[in-house]
């Protein structure tokens, strides 16, 4: 069994509740508040030998990484970050050293988009090291942003190049808290997902919440600079679609939203590409040399069983 065809049968089989707007599916749960409102939850693990070699990155990339991935998942509801909780499991032959790096790279980016570090709790084991970070948000006006509710017709737009995560930028990217909450002031965002499982892995995400298609058009997807750097036997194009770990937004907005996006370029930092649409048929296809086909949604998955 797959990942996500495990979320599939939990989703099945977990009762819809008065408290939560929005369960398991997308980037972050979605909880009304007692006094209004609403919060946002999101959690992730990173695990030692499938996330990160720890003696390659170091504990204070891994550290910054565990609590960015999360930041992201707050970014793709275009939400603001409040708390979060920490959970690891420390290698019972690790020195203090690797504890307190640890935190400490958790520390810096979460000073930076100013989230408190409230508790959470520490364990010592036989195995290699597992953090796993539990974030709150709020969402920010109109609402959260979810991966439903892109419509046939709208632009897809991505906010950066993608490929070649693994040379690093995969420990070392800043989450686009900034960037999404621009975005929602200045245009309807229909739909929204960080690209963590690879290009086209995430816009099929987008398309079975919205139930619609999408077609990408080659020669617009964003290729990172660090692709080149690979030298292996993949296409620049395959990295680009399948490698995941990129931490950019891929978005649905209107096309005349879309087309001001693109002509304007108002968010500082970023330049945005117009890589495809949304259609009323379902499934997804790579427009290529005059030719369309059926692009499957590769890129990352764990597996098990």
């Not at 979320?7 to 008065?18: S, V, Y």
């Not at 749960?29 to 959690?43: D, P, Q, S, Y």
């Not at 990339?61 to 920490?86: C, E, T």
Request: charged share 25%.
């Amino acid at each position: 069994m797959g990942e996500f065809e495990y979320i599939d049968w939990l989703r099945k089989r977990t009762p819809a509740d008065d408290r939560v707007l929005v369960g398991p599916g997308d980037d972050c749960a979605v909880l009304k508040a007692l006094a209004g409102g609403a919060w946002l939850v999101t959690t992730d693990m990173l695990l030692e030998g499938t996330h990160f070699v720890l003696a390659d990155a170091g504990p204070r990339r891994v550290g910054r990484k565990a609590m960015a991935v999360n930041l992201s998942d707050i970014a793709a509801m275009a939400g603001r970050p409040v708390a979060a909780a920490i959970s690891v499991g420390l290698p019972r032959n690790a020195d203090s050293k690797l504890a307190e790096e640890l935190y400490l790279g958790m520390r810096e980016i979460a000073d930076e988009f100013k989230t408190a570090i409230i508790g959470g709790d520490t364990n010592a084991w036989d195995g290699g090291l597992a953090i796993s970070v539990t974030l709150l948000g709020e969402p920010t006006p109109p609402g959260p942003v979810l991966r439903q509710g892109a419509r046939p017709g709208d632009w897809l737009l991505i906010t950066g190049g993608l490929g070649g995560s693994l040379l690093g930028r995969h420990l070392d990217f800043t989450p686009r808290i900034r960037e999404a909450q621009k975005l929602h002031q200045i245009v309807d965002l229909h739909a929204m997902i960080d690209v963590s499982d690879g290009l086209a892995g995430d816009v099929h995400h987008l398309c079975e919440e919205s139930r619609c298609g999408a077609v990408l058009r080659a020669d617009a997807i964003p290729v990172h600079p660090d692709v080149s750097r690979l030298h292996d036997q993949r296409s620049l194009l395959d990295h680009a679609l399948n490698d995941g770990e990129d931490f950019e937004l891929a978005f649905a907005v209107a096309p005349a939203d879309g087309e001001r996006l693109m002509r304007t370029q108002p968010v500082d930092g970023i330049v945005m590409s117009h890589v495809g649409a949304f259609i009323a048929e379902g499934g997804m296809w790579l427009e290529q040399g005059g030719r369309r086909d059926i692009l499957p949604p590769r890129g990352y998955v764990h597996s098990f069983g």
